[in-house]
Each structure stands twice: as C-alpha cells, then as structure tokens.
C-alpha cells in the first residue's frame, strides 16, 4: 500500500537558518503530495501541495517539489522564524483523491 | 465563516464503553472524513462520508461507524473501547475531493 516516510524529529534550529525535511513516499499511480502543519492545540493546516511530476508547491515562505525519479517531496525554507515552530506532515492523496496517508511527523523548534 | 467543528473536545472513557464524536463541516462542504491521530504519529485515516454513505474506509475494525446526515454533519462512533482507541480523532471537510479542512480534533482518553 502506499506509505510516506519522513525524517524524525525534533529538529532543532536557530532563527533564520535554512530548513529542510526529508519526505519520501511510495505509492501506485500518481499520488499528489501534500505538507500538513499543525500548531500547538491546533488542527492540521495545508501548507502547501503539488499534483504531478516537477510541480513546486509554495507557501509563506515554505517550498517543495515533486520528484518523481526519487518519490521525494522534501519541504525547505531559507529561513525559519519562532513561529514557524510547529509540527509538519507530508502526505499523499489516493488516486480519487478522497484518503490522505500521512507520514509520522516532524517537529521543528526554532530558537531565538 | 465558521471552519470545522468538533465536539466535544475532550473526553474520558473506560474500556469496553462507547463513545460518539461530532463534527460540523465547512460551510458549503459536503464530503467529510474521519482520522485518527496517536501521540506522536500521523493522522490515520477511518474513512469518508458523501451523500450519507460511507465512500472509502481505511483499516480500521467495524468497531468504528459512522454517520452523515442530510446537513452534512457527521459522526463517529467507536463501540468496545480499548486502552489503544486513545487518540486524537480530526474532522475533515471538504467540497468533493477538492483541498481538506481539519477541525482541532476531539482528544478521546481510554482508562
């Protein structure tokens, strides 16, 4: 079945410092591909998605691209502040487009 | 424009009780689905309502039903509970199969 498998956290980072998270997924078809974030006491935002292949989704400052050729989605900013500090989710969509499968998460802390 | 809503937003349970969490759509959405999110993991999807019927169920135990209604509303069920049904259970909305929008989720807690 399809599955997404992203870096394990906490990542931890200083204020303007460059941030990636590494997302990789499996899956049949062509999945569109997603990064969730979720704010302490909050629910699940869409950040940013891309649909095929070489698509860049951006948002706030946040960017990735799809990579067929290594099934990547990697999220990177060029520089994070204290509020970005949250917990971030790639996904990816079902053909149909009605069931996400997530990755585990990846909490980033920035720090002043 | 009220987003997702859920309720309640906190509950404690014993095993073997039942358990019903609600949620309101986005205005204008009509398709609703179901998580579940475990401490520390990734929302795990239970399944998809549209036009009232289940559409999609993830691998979950038919433990788990639900319920949509004429107004879209939902609901989720979950009979004989288990230490392990503890979680995080999100709302989502959506119009079709168009961008999802998350509710803040109802925290179940299974003693």
């Known amino acids: 079945g399809d599955s997404v498998t992203q870096m394990e956290g906490p990542v931890t980072l200083s204020e303007e410092a460059f941030l990636t998270i590494n997302c990789t997924y499996t899956a049949t078809g062509y999945p569109s591909l997603f990064w969730y974030v979720q704010y302490p006491g909050e629910g699940l935002q869409l950040l940013l998605k891309a649909t095929k292949a070489d698509d860049k989704g951006s948002n706030k400052g946040f960017e990735a691209t799809y990579r067929k050729e290594t099934t990547s989605f990697h999220l990177e900013k060029g520089s994070v502040q204290v509020s970005d500090s949250a917990v971030y989710f790639c996904a990816l969509s079902d053909n149909a487009g009605n069931m996400l499968t997530f990755g585990g998460g990846t909490r980033l802390m920035v720090k002043p | 424009d009220a987003g997702v809503t859920q309720s309640p937003t906190h509950l404690i349970k014993t095993r073997g009780q039942q358990v019903t969490l609600r949620c309101s759509p986005k205005?204008?959405?009509?398709?609703v689905s179901w998580y579940q999110q475990a401490l520390g993991q990734g929302p795990q999807f239970i399944f998809q309502y549209y036009e009232e019927e289940e559409r999609q169920r993830g691998n979950f135990p038919d433990r788990f039903s639900g319920h949509q209604f004429p107004n879209y509303s939902s609901e989720l069920n979950v009979n004989a509970l288990l230490l392990g049904d503890s979680a995080l259970y999100l709302c989502a909305s959506s119009l079709g199969t168009g961008e999802l929008f998350f509710g803040e989720g109802s925290r179940l807690t299974v003693l």
């Open positions: 205005s204008g959405h009509d398709t």
